[in-house]
Nanobody, 117 residues
Framework: QVQLVESGGGLVQAGGSLSLSCVAS????????MTWYRQPPGKQRELVAR???????NYADSVKGRFTISRDNAKNTVYLRMNSLKPEDTAVYYC???????????WGQGTQVTVSQ
C-alpha cells in the first residue's frame, strides 16, 4: 500500500524553526525524487525543495539559505528543516514522490505550518 505521511507541522513565531518529516511506504523510495510543495492560503501550490535519488537538491528562491531538504533511504524518509521562518511561509506543506521506473507520482495528505508575527 502506497503511503506518504507528513508530520512536524505546527504554529511557530517568526524567526523560529520547524522540521517536517515524510515517511514513505510502497513506492521504492530509494529511486524516487522527493519534493516538498506548499500551498499558501488562497494561492496555488508551489515547489519548495527537491532532492533526487542521488542527493542533488534544488530550492525555491524564497527559501534558499533558510530551508534544507534531506533524505534517509534506510528510513524511507525525507525531511525539510525550516529556519528563520517568516509569516509568508504559512501554508499546507505536501510531500511528493516521483518514481521514474514506473512513471508514477504520489502525494501526502499535507501538514499545516503557521508562522505568526
Amino acid at each position: 500500500q502506497v503511503q506518504l505521511v507528513e508530520s512536524g507541522g505546527g504554529l511557530v513565531q517568526a524567526g523560529g524553526s520547524l522540521s517536517l518529516s515524510c515517511v514513505a511506504s510502497g513506492i521504492m523510495f530509494r529511486i524516487c525524487t522527493m519534493t516538498w510543495y506548499r500551498q499558501p492560503p488562497g494561492k496555488q501550490r508551489e515547489l519548495v525543495a527537491r532532492i533526487t535519488d542521488v542527493g542533488s537538491t534544488n530550492y525555491a528562491d524564497s527559501v534558499k539559505g533558510r530551508f534544507t531538504i534531506s533524505r534517509d533511504n534506510a528510513k524511507n524518509t525525507v525531511y525539510l528543516r525550516m529556519n528563520s521562518l517568516k509569516p509568508e511561509d504559512t501554508a499546507v506543506y505536501y510531500c511528493h514522490a516521483a518514481n521514474p521506473l514506473f512513471k508514477r507520482e504520489y502525494w501526502g495528505q499535507g501538514t499545516q505550518v503557521t508562522v505568526s508575527q
